[in-house]
């Protein structure tokens, strides 16, 4: 015997779920299949500082990750790998500086956190 409200299972001699107050069926009541969640929306990503000294770099994922706020250092694996290595500046001329990126949504809490160190470079 199955409750047909929340799916309980009573033995025979049962005729009402105790939680529920409904008549127990005989069969199991059919599972609803669970809606997918929603995608998460897309994000958009924007540039919030550039450098190509690994120091400032550094310092740049510090500030961010100090404050949650996720980002994407686009080129930093490569800097080493294409043609000449990195230059004296630090950037790779042939793939320019890394680039931080951030949600659009945290833009304005990143370039606050990141104004000193964008006015040294």
Known sequence: MFCPKCGAEYREGFTQCADCLVPLVK????????????????????TV??????????LAKSLLESAEIPFLARGEGIQDLVGWGRFPGGANLAIGPVEIQVNADDLEQAKTLLLELQESE
């Open 49 to 58: 500082f550039k450098s190509g000294d690994p120091a400032v770099l550094a």
């Open 27 to 46: 069969q199991p009541p059919e599972a609803k299949p669970k809606p997918s969640p929603a995608p998460p929306p897309p994000l958009e990503l924007v």
